[in-house]
């Protein structure tokens, strides 16, 4: 069956370091990957998508990357801050998908000492 | 500002009740998502919808139930049939065409009473 792990420990890390998190999957061949920021008792707010011909993304101090051949996503926060804590979760889509639907990992969550 | 908004924040049911979650959005979406969250798991898929009138079972329907009358609008309603509902429930939307991000209300954490 599909399924999708993101590291389950919480990841702490000094302010000002680069944050990296994993998102590895299995049985799927998607044709894009999103990640999504959540803090506590809010929903998840879109953060970058990479489409599977696309190694490499990024957004002011974010990058992802995105290896279809090691099935696995990196998510990679730059010169981090403690408002960059958070539950981040990265999420797939399929080739056949027409549907907009999204299949979450369980998320990591990140917290960023000062 | 255009969004989605769920009603309630917080919610209790009792035992043999069903209860309605409310979703809103203003966003001129076509699809629609209900998704259950519980603690260190991902989000789980119970229903979407692609097009008013229409909506599709996801992972996790049994014991749920929606309707999509109107595009703006996809409420959830949490049946009795429903034996473990206590969780945070979110509900989301996305314009229908490939890769498109998904943007979430705040959710509604139900509880039992």
């Known amino acids: 069956s599909q399924k999708i792990e993101q590291n389950s420990e919480a990841l702490n890390i000094q302010e000002g370091k680069t944050a990296t998190l994993t998102c590895n999957y299995t049985?799927?061949?998607?044709?894009?990957l999103q990640w999504y920021r959540q803090d506590p008792g809010r929903g998840p707010v879109f953060l970058l998508l990479?489409?599977?011909?696309?190694k490499e993304k990024r957004k002011e101090r974010l990058k992802v990357t995105f290896d279809t051949t090691l099935k696995q996503s990196l998510f990679h926060i730059t010169a981090s801050q403690p408002a960059d804590s958070a539950t981040y979760l990265c999420?797939?889509?399929?080739?056949?998908?027409?549907?907009?639907?999204?299949?979450f990992g369980q998320g990591t969550t990140l917290q960023v000492k000062p | 500002d255009g969004g989605i908004t769920q009603s309630p924040k917080y919610l209790f049911r009792k035992e043999g009740q069903n209860v309605t979650l409310s979703c809103e959005q203003n966003l001129n979406h076509d699809a629609m998502y209900w998704y259950r969250q519980d603690p260190g798991q991902g989000l789980r898929l119970i229903y979407y919808s692609q097009i008013v009138n229409d909506f599709q079972k996801g992972d996790i329907a049994e014991g749920y139930s929606v309707s999509r009358e109107k595009k703006e609008s996809f409420p959830l309603t949490v049946t009795s049939a429903q034996k473990n509902p206590t969780a945070f429930y979110l509900c989301?939307?996305?314009?229908?065409?490939?890769?498109?991000?998904?943007?979430f209300g705040d959710g509604t954490r139900l509880s039992i009473l």
């Open positions: 989301a939307s996305s314009i229908l065409t490939g890769n498109q991000p998904q943007h």
């Open positions: 049985n799927y061949s998607p044709a894009y």
């Open positions: 999420a797939l889509a399929g080739v056949a998908s027409n549907t907009g639907k999204l299949i």
């Open positions: 990479i489409r599977e011909n696309e």
